[in-house]
């Protein structure tokens, strides 16, 4: 596709539940970003992959959260033992280097994940 | 601790009138920074951006400002639109090209 394509667009999960988020980013983009929007906040920064590594993951909030990309392509966000707390729209983000020349980064539609 | 902030959750502006968002930052080490647009359930778009060593920016109806003294940046838009009305996110960029992001201000033009 065009666009960076996330999904699901909406999951429902009960506390204590295991959730997979999926991103597939824009065909040749390296750099791969995943956010966490809470309610009335601004994109808050979690994990940042440059092809298959995790470059930058200092913004996983707790070790609940783990995010993989094995072939630089598309990528997982995994949330073990979720909490009501966790309960936020994930965003995904796709760059094709990371220092791109306007610092620019293409967002997609986003995963909303509510924890009951 | 915020490095980007925007004081303003909210700006109501009549169609045809300029729009003025303002955002602060405190590290002065920020490259780029960018304004970012979001309609309800989708995600944030990008409008405009500024590196940080130039003072202005313009695209069509849109102008970024910066002030590097006073960390300071603002977006203009004239003249608005009823079809500007969204959230709008300044950003700047971080040294592995990560985006940090203020909360954001709320934008309605009144037709």
């Known amino acids: 596709g065009a666009g960076v394509s996330q999904t699901p667009s909406n999951k429902v999960t009960e506390k204590g539940k295991y959730v997979e988020l999926r991103c597939d980013p824009i065909?040749?983009?390296?750099?791969l970003y995943w956010y966490r929007q809470s309610l009335g906040q601004g994109p808050e920064f979690l994990i940042y992959f440059q092809g298959t590594g995790a470059a930058d993951d200092s913004g996983l909030p707790n070790d609940r959260f783990f995010a993989v990309r094995p072939e630089g392509s598309v990528s997982t966000l995994k949330i073990q033992r979720t909490e009501r707390g966790d309960s936020a729209v994930y965003l995904c983000a796709s760059s094709l280097t990371p220092s791109g020349a306007t610092g620019e980064l293409f967002f997609g539609e986003g995963s909303r994940l509510t924890v009951l | 601790d915020q490095q980007v902030k925007q004081n303003s959750p909210s700006l109501s502006v009549q169609e045809g009138r300029i729009s003025i968002l303002n955002c602060d930052y405190t590290?002065?080490?920020?490259?780029?920074f960018l304004w970012y647009k979001k309609y309800p359930a989708e995600g944030p778009t990008f409008l405009i951006s500024i590196s940080s060593i130039k003072d202005k920016n313009e695209d069509g109806r849109f102008t970024v400002f910066l002030n590097k003294s006073a960390k300071h940046l603002s977006l203009h838009i004239v003249p608005s639109q009823p079809g500007d009305s969204a959230v709008y996110f300044c950003?700047?960029?971080?040294?592995?090209?990560?985006?940090?992001f203020g909360k954001g201000t709320k934008l309605s033009v009144k037709p």
């Open positions: 590290n002065s080490m920020f490259d780029y």
């Open positions: 950003a700047a960029r971080g040294s592995q090209g990560n985006l940090i």
């Open positions: 065909s040749g983009h390296t750099a």
